[in-house]
C-alpha cells in the first residue's frame, strides 16, 4: 500500500487530476483523500467537488442554491458530505426536560429538489422558505416546490387499471427524489428524501398516484414526508402535479413550524449521516407508521375508557339521588 502511495506522488499533479481524480464519484474521492496527505490535498480541490455535486444534483446550479451553498465551510465538499447520505436520526428527547429556549429559527431555508427516473434527472427545483414569518411559525410546516395548477411532464405512461400493481412499483422503484435543505445561517445542510420511494399507492378518491420519501429526523419522534403527486390519462403522459414536504409526528399530526425550524436544527447539527439503504428506508418508515397506529388505537381505548367511568359514575350519581328522593318522600 504505501509503495502504491509512493508511486502516485511521482505522477505530475495533473496527470493525477485529469486522468485519475476527474473520473472519481463522490465516495471514491472522499476515500481516496484519506489515503495520504499529497492525495487528500489534490482530492479536496473545489473544482472536483463542484463537479460532483452538481452532476449528482443538477438543482445545485442555480444561483439560489449556489449562493446558500458559498455559506457552507468547505462549500460543495460540505454539502456533499452533508447531503449524499442520508440522516441517522437522534433518540427523541422531551423538551420539558429542557429548560433552555428554543433557538431563533434561521430567517430562511434553501430547498434543492431533484427527480430522477432510472437515474436520469427529469426536474429539478429551488425553493426559497422565509421562516420567520407569522403564517410559516404557526402552521403546519408545509413546503410546496411547484406553483398552482403547474405539472412536470414525465417519461412514464399513466398506469391502466389492470397493470395497477406492476406499475406501480414499477414507479417506486425507478421514480427517485432528493431533497436538500440548507440553511445558510447554521452552515448546515441535510437531505430530507430517502432517494427511493418508501410507499407508491392510488389515493381512493382520485384515483392519481401518491408515491412518499420519508426520513426520520428524531428517532421515535417525526419524520419528515415528501409526497409526490403524479396524474394522466389512462395510458397518456404521467404528469408530477405536487411535490411537497411535511413533517408527520407519532400522533400523526403535522409539525408546526416553529417546533418543526427546531427538530430540523437539532438534526442538521447532531445527527450521523451514512449511506441511504432502500431497505432500511421502507423499515423504518413501516415502523414509524406501526407505531403511529398503535399509538392511536392505544388513546382511542383510553378515551373509551374514561368515557366508561364518566357514564359510571354519572348513573351512580343519578340513582344515589333517586334513593335519597325516594327515602325522603316516604317521610
Not at 495533473?14 to 482530492?43: E, F, K, Q
Not at 445545485?60 to 436520526?89: E, G, K, V
Request: hydrophobic share 40%; net charge neutral; glycine share 4%.
Amino acid at each position: 500500500m504505501d509503495m502504491d502511495i509512493d508511486m502516485i506522488t511521482t505522477l505530475h499533479s495533473d496527470i493525477i487530476n485529469s486522468h485519475i481524480l476527474a473520473r472519481l464519484d463522490g465516495p471514491t474521492l472522499a476515500s481516496a483523500s484519506a489515503s495520504s496527505s499529497h492525495l487528500r490535498r489534490l482530492c479536496t480541490q473545489h473544482y472536483l467537488w463542484t463537479t460532483i455535486s452538481t452532476s449528482t444534483w443538477p438543482s445545485l446550479t442555480h444561483p439560489l442554491a449556489a449562493q446558500a451553498i458559498s455559506t457552507l465551510p468547505n462549500q460543495y465538499r460540505s454539502i456533499f458530505s452533508d447531503s449524499f447520505p442520508s440522516l441517522h436520526p437522534l433518540p427523541h428527547q422531551n423538551n420539558n426536560q429542557n429548560s433552555s429556549p428554543p433557538p431563533l429559527p434561521s430567517p430562511e431555508l434553501i430547498s434543492a429538489v431533484d427527480i430522477y427516473y432510472k437515474g436520469k434527472p427529469i426536474f429539478s427545483r429551488v425553493h426559497r422558505t422565509e421562516t420567520q414569518k407569522g403564517w410559516f411559525l404557526c402552521s403546519p410546516l408545509w413546503i410546496d416546490i411547484l406553483e398552482p395548477n403547474e405539472t412536470v411532464p414525465t417519461p412514464l405512461k399513466f398506469a391502466k387499471t389492470e397493470d395497477d400493481h406492476d406499475w406501480l412499483t414499477h414507479v417506486e422503484d425507478n421514480l427517485e427524489l432528493s431533497w436538500i435543505l440548507i440553511d445558510p445561517k447554521l452552515k448546515l445542510a441535510a437531505n430530507l428524501s430517502s432517494r427511493r420511494a418508501v410507499s407508491a399507492r392510488r389515493h381512493w378518491l382520485t384515483g392519481e398516484a401518491e408515491v412518499v420519501y420519508a426520513v426520520a429526523v428524531e428517532e421515535g419522534g417525526a419524520q419528515c414526508l415528501v409526497k409526490v403527486t403524479c396524474c394522466g390519462k389512462s395510458g397518456g403522459e404521467m404528469q408530477v402535479r405536487e411535490v411537497s414536504l411535511t413533517m408527520e409526528d407519532l400522533d400523526g399530526r403535522h409539525v408546526m413550524g416553529r417546533e418543526s425550524m427546531v427538530i430540523l436544527q437539532r438534526a442538521m447539527e447532531s445527527s450521523k449521516r451514512k449511506r441511504v439503504d432502500v431497505g432500511e428506508a421502507k423499515e423504518s418508515y413501516d415502523k414509524f407508521c406501526a407505531m403511529k397506529i398503535e399509538k392511536r388505537e392505544l388513546r382511542i381505548k383510553r378515551e373509551k375508557a374514561m368515557d366508561t367511568i364518566a357514564m359510571l359514575v354519572a348513573f351512580t350519581v343519578f340513582i344515589t339521588l333517586f334513593c335519597f328522593l325516594r327515602f325522603y318522600v316516604c317521610l
